[in-house]
Structure formats: structure tokens, C-alpha cells
């Protein structure tokens, strides 16, 4: 299963951003609203096919090696007993019971996470723009959470066969893997999933950013990748429970940085606003730009002296 290389998403940013810069230097016409639609578009896929780039280069840092894999797969299933999370083989062997089940799991974990991630993006940016950044920011940022940690070597529950674990690729075919070092994905970063990770923003990006109530229908999006996941012994429990972490991080900080831009924007509108360039209007903006303070302010004391904690009460904070 071939994925488009590091090269053609960095060709598609470019051509995607090419278009960006010259629709922005159309002149009004009667096709300016068709320039509103896709001007915003190509901007969004060049970025997107820029990270996609950035994505598949990463993978190819000769940075990794298999050293210690297996031992820290081993750690994890001791430390999953000890807490007692709900055992991968015994799903496992359940999924296998059935074969058509066994099938279908198999073919989940290959084929959905990446069109249902890609249909995610194009519903949220043609619906609901407004959400679109934040979520797209958070699928960046958590992405980059897993293809650093990824440099910890973990592998999956399927090369531990003396467990019992068996690969359900190897049993029903449609491997996303194939050999060690040949596959579409890194087969010692089990931790944390990516897989997770992306389901995670499309079920909870849907949930937030949709008022009809059948979006809770998605959130089965990151339950069956989680089941997914476990029972085709690509993943531990603990693989996707930190995916799902990385995530909660990852939307925070992008939402303290949209604060603190937002923030610093209202900072120097209102420094901007205070420069009067009417000398008669300066009285007057000078008023408008005093605090407003109870009438207990003696004579003689300046307003700033008497100012405490309650006079911000009701300062909208974003």
C-alpha cells in the first residue's frame, strides 16, 4: 500500500501556494466571489500538504533503531497489569473467533483513519470555518507530539508472538507494513498512535464544532480505532490513551496562543485608538481612555491609587 511521497505533497504545496499569491492579485471582477471560495482553499492545502511533506521527510531521519523495542513493549504489558487495563489479547482472540470480524478489523485499521481524517478537514473548512484552525493546528501539533516521541522505540503487541499475539495482516492480508523498514509507517513507533491520535480530532473536532444531535454518532469513531487498533496487535491500550492525552495538550496550546495574539492585537488597537490626531479631540479620548472609578476618589488622590482587583471586574478575557 503505496502513500504519496514527501515530494508530492511538497509540489502540491507549492503549486497550491502559487495560486494563493496570484488570486490575491486579481482585480475585482465579476469572479471575485469564485476567488473568495478558492483562494481560501488553496492556502489550506498548501499548508496541509506542507505538513503532510514535513510528515513523510520525518520519517526518514536516520534517527531510529529497533534497540530496545521489544523490551519496552514488554514493560508497557507489565505495566497495563499491574493497573489493570483490559487485556489486547484477550480482544484478540475474540476478533479471531469470527473471521469475517477478523477481516473487517483489519481492514479498518488499514484503510479508514486517513479518509476519514481528510473528510474531517474538507467538512469542518466548508461548514464551520471558524473551528477549522483550531482543529487543524491541533492535528499539526499532535502529529508532531508522536513523530518526536517516536524516537523512543516501542513495538507493537504482534512482535511478541511468545505472548500469544498473532498479526492479523499476516492471517487476512491487506499489510500497511510489509517488511521491517519497507512499509508505509514506522513499525517500532507504537507509541503513541497516530492512528488514535487522528481519530481522536475527528470525533471530538466533530462533536464540538457540530449543533445536530446526531454528532455524537462520530464519537464511534474513536472507540472502533481504539478497538481497532488493539485487536489487530498493532497498539497497546496505553498507546492510544497517551494519543488521546497529546491531543487535550495540544488544543490547549493552541488555544493559549490564540489568546495571547488576541491579547496582544487589542493591546495595540487600543494604544493606536489613544493617539488622538486632533489636538481639540484630545480631551476627549483622554476621558474615554481613563478607567472609570467609584466616587469614593478623594480630592487630591490620583485615580490609579484607589484601583484594586474589582475595578477589572467584567473585563472580557479570550
Known sequence: MKWPTWYHGATLAVVCATLWWALGRVRPSKATRAIEAIRPAAQELAIVAALYAVWRIARKLPLATTGGAIDRARQIDDLQRFVHLPSELSLQHFVLDYDWLARATNYYYAVVHVPATIAFLVWLFVRHRDRYPHWRNGLAIVTAFCLVIRFIRVAPPRFLPDLGYVDLSTEYGFSVYGPVG???????????????AWAAVVSFGIIAASPSRWRWVFGLQIVLTMLAVSASGNHWWLDGIVAIALLGVALAIDTAVRRRA??????????????????????????????????????????EQVLDEESFVGVPLE
Not at 182 to 196: C, E, L
Not at 266 to 277: D, E, L, M, V, Y
Open 262 to 303: 488576541t491579547a496582544r492585537s487589542r493591546g495595540k488597537r487600543q494604544r493606536r485608538g489613544g493617539r488622538s490626531a486632533d489636538p481639540a479631540g484630545d480631551d476627549e479620548t483622554r476621558r474615554e481612555a481613563e478607567p472609570i472609578v467609584s466616587d469614593a476618589v478623594g480630592v487630591g488622590e490620583r485615580p
Open 182 to 196: 519497507t512499509g508505509v509507517s514506522d513499525q517500532f513507533a507504537a507509541m503513541p498512535s497516530i492512528h488514535v
